[in-house]
């Protein structure tokens, strides 16, 4: 797997959760962890998106270049800092995926060549994990210095490679692998269905 980074997006508020996602722990393992040891089953080069001072003992710590401005700010602040041309973006709170999906999707996404590589499912994209190249920074700076932070529609003016919800599940993923942990309850259920495992 050359040639690949992956980021971690641990910048957001938290705000239905009511405390930072990424220190939350699901089977004695905190989130911010569980992404890192992820990342590094499929890429050497990984990198935290978020306030260097709270995520240093983690690893390289990006900060946003337009802060405040959402998840897009994010991904600009990886694509800008990052040496790779394929950079898979993660949220910290996507417990459930796994290294043979990230694989998957990082095949899809060379193959194709396309600028973003991102799932569709329930007729929503998965923007926060997803591959993007190394140039949609251009784009997605362009959009942040004009004040528009919607990820999604940036997708209609680049090569796009969607990968289907009838492919994932024809490859053994389902859907239910893109479930974030954004409420105290979802966090709960996710706690009992990692200690049952």
């Not at 417990?95 to 007729?123: C, E, H, I, W």
Request: with cysteine; proline share 3%; glycine share 8%.
């Amino acid at each position: 797997m050359n040639n690949i980074a992956i980021s971690i997006l641990c910048g957001g508020k938290s705000s239905r959760m009511g405390t930072d996602k990424a220190f939350l722990e699901l089977a004695g393992k905190s989130l911010i962890s569980r992404a890192i040891e992820l990342a590094r089953e499929v890429s050497q080069e990984v990198m935290i998106i978020g306030d260097p001072q709270k995520f240093a003992s983690y690893g390289d710590a990006i900060p946003d270049i337009f802060p405040g401005s959402g998840p897009l700010a994010g991904i600009h602040a990886a694509l800008t800092a990052s040496r790779a041309d394929w950079n898979f973006i993660l949220a910290v709170d996507l417990p459930f995926l796994n290294a043979a999906f990230l694989k998957y999707m990082l095949d899809q996404a060379q193959s194709s060549r396309a600028t973003v590589t991102v799932a569709l499912t329930g007729g929503f994209y998965h923007p926060l994990c997803a591959i993007y190249r190394k140039q949609f920074a251009t784009l997605a700076g362009k959009a942040l210095s004009a004040g528009r932070n919607k990820i999604d529609a940036l997708f209609n003016g680049v090569q796009l490679r969607t990968v289907t919800e009838e492919e994932l599940a024809a490859h053994g993923f389902d859907a239910s692998i893109f479930r974030n942990l954004n409420t105290r309850e979802g966090w709960e259920q996710a706690q009992r269905e990692f200690t049952s495992t």
